[in-house]
């Protein structure tokens, strides 16, 4: 660690719940910049998120408090990681942003757009720094992004992305099995879970917001969906800014379906040029006996982005700058997926609602 690294400011962490995902958690883990001091939780959250905060407080090395505010005032932090259950997203940031705490949020952003408006209401008014979990730091992305904004392409035209993760979820459509759903699937559609990356590559790529969405949704693949009549595929066409146009596929699709996490690529047409973005990339295919069924062929060897998002993140705490996806850029993505969604169910192309 360099002298200057060492004399810039430590940021404290606190790990507000740990019901959605840990690895927003885990991100700052033995980061130069930032120490984890502690989890916490609402003292009325379901048990299996207790026992979830409980295993991540251990594996950060830091103790488990089921009291927010009790927790902000002995340990003193700057920073809020929020990863509850989408629903008290919204909750939780605010809460973190009324105490002054800079927030880390994970995705989606909240369930609908108003409360992401208050979110970004909230963080505006303390003028603390939001950043909402992304996967902006992938090296084709970042590559794709400089290539974009150095003009080699020209101007934006079209954009498409597929955007499939070959994970399960349950039982497949077609079986005779029954399932218990685990407390922990909470029900959510796939466009509102996943859909902030494909459409955070999007606007990070081309710096476009959406203006007009019209999608088509389907309940293909599991039975966990179809049964509560949420997406696990989803197809969209939406208008730019600027009069370039975008489409994007997105599915959970089933582990048996791909030999990678997924089929992840962009396709960027411009004015003098285009790129076929591979995101995944670089990998290395491994052939050999005794892989388990659930290991990947396929696999990454950019280890590293979560730690950039962290890096990245220092610097803007450090400057005052804006982060890799803020509150308002979060919102909009939010905003998107909301028309789409209403498309989806009207069956007309439908507005991208702006903020009031």
Known sequence: MSSSETSRTTYRVLAL???????????????????????????????WVHERNRRLASDLGTAYEPDIDAAIARRAPNVA?????????AR??????????????????????????AIVAAVER???QFLLWNRNTHPAIEDARRIVQAGEIGEPRAVHVDFFFCKDAGVLLDSDEDEDVPDS?????????????PLAYIRHVLNLDATRVFARTASHFF???????????ASLTFDLAGGAVGSLCIGRIGRPSHPNLGEIRLHLLGSSGSLVVAEPRPEIAVYTRGLAPDDFRNRRTDTEHD??????????LDS???????????RHIAAIVEAALASARSGRAEAVPRPS
């Open 126 to 128: 303390a003028g603390v």
């Open 17 to 47: 719940s740990a019901a959605k995902h840990d690895y927003v958690a885990l991100a700052f883990k033995d980061h130069p910049r930032f120490e984890v001091v502690g989890v916490a939780d609402e003292p009325d959250a379901a048990g």
């Open 320 to 330: 005052g700058g804006d982060t890799l996806l803020t509150a308002r850029q979060g």
């Open 92 to 117: 939780l940031s605010v809460r973190a942003a009324q105490a002054g705490l800079h927030v880390v949020q994970d995705k989606p952003m909240a369930p609908n757009v108003a409360d992401c408006d």
């Open 307 to 316: 730690r950039r998002q962290v890096d990245l993140l220092a610097e803007a």
């Open 223 to 233: 039975q966990r969906h179809a049964a509560r009549g949420v997406e696990d595929l």
């Open 185 to 197: 699937w909470l029900g959510e559609g796939e466009l509102r879970v996943e859909g902030i990356y």
């Open 81 to 89: 990681v929020v990863s509850p259950e989408a629903a008290r997203h």
